[in-house]
């Protein structure tokens, strides 16, 4: 058995306008997650409390929030390697807040939905006429690009979606970039024009913060300055 150890949470709740810090106490073992503490809090302790959880396994990203400070998955996160003093400190993520860890995501996914996420190959693939084979450089190419869980913790990260509303974000451009490097998908020059703004590829800093962040490995700090160079070298700068 492995010993168990208390850790207080300092947890940011939120109802109605009002915004407070709550704190519990649990006892937790060296396996055990920041997600099933707070299913514990809310089982045994407090059932007010409110927050998002599915998989448990670091693929549905609906646990994404602000760990110490730093967005990460409740799921994925041990409690004993994040305890300061015996303490862990949750806040939502920089979202509207809905209540408590709960954010309100639809702002990011309409920036999502705005690149056109998905494939969109000729019309004789699609009837089985013709196949597309994809050579193993571009499935390498690709693959790193393709994990994103639509988590939001980049999003959250970034210090441009803080003062731009319009910018697009990491996410939405890292996945934009995957779809403009499939050399099976014709929709490159819409995806191109959808991003080359001075809400998309141009408004990004290199920060990096969204790369440092992402659970996946995702980088979309690269993606966005590939994105940038393919931009260039076909002299379409806005």
């Not at 974000?169 to 959808?194: H, N, Q, V, W």
Request: glycine fraction near 6%; charge should be positive; hydrophobic fraction near 35%.
């Amino acid at each position: 058995m492995s010993e168990k150890v208390k850790v207080r949470f300092k947890v940011r709740r939120f109802l109605n306008g009002k915004s407070w810090l709550q704190e519990y106490e649990a006892e937790v073992d060296r396996f055990t997650t920041v997600v099933q503490v707070l299913r514990q809090i809310k089982e045994t302790q407090d059932p007010t409390l409110s927050f998002r959880a599915s998989c448990h396994m670091g693929v549905c990203g609906s646990c994404g929030m602000k760990i110490n400070g730093k967005p990460k998955l409740a799921c994925k996160t041990i409690v004993l390697k994040e305890a300061k003093n015996g303490e862990i400190k949750l806040e939502p993520l920089d979202m509207k807040v809905v209540k408590d860890l709960i954010v309100d995501m639809d702002e990011f996914y309409v920036k999502m939905e705005k690149i056109d996420p998905r494939l969109r190959p000729e019309e004789n693939v699609l009837s089985g006429d013709k196949e597309h084979r994809l050579k193993p450089e571009d499935q390498r190419e690709l693959w790193s690009f393709e994990q994103c869980i639509w988590c939001g913790l980049c999003y959250s990260a970034c210090p441009v979606t803080k003062y731009d509303k319009n910018f697009l974000g990491p996410a939405a451009l890292a996945k934009a970039y995957r779809f403009i490097s499939d050399p099976r998908d014709t929709e490159t020059e819409k995806r191109i024009e959808c991003v080359n703004s001075l809400d998309g590829i141009w408004a990004c800093r290199v920060v990096g913060s969204c790369s440092v962040v992402c659970p996946r490995g995702v980088d979309p700090s690269l993606a966005i300055q590939k994105t940038k160079m393919l931009v260039l070298r076909n002299e379409r700068v806005v």
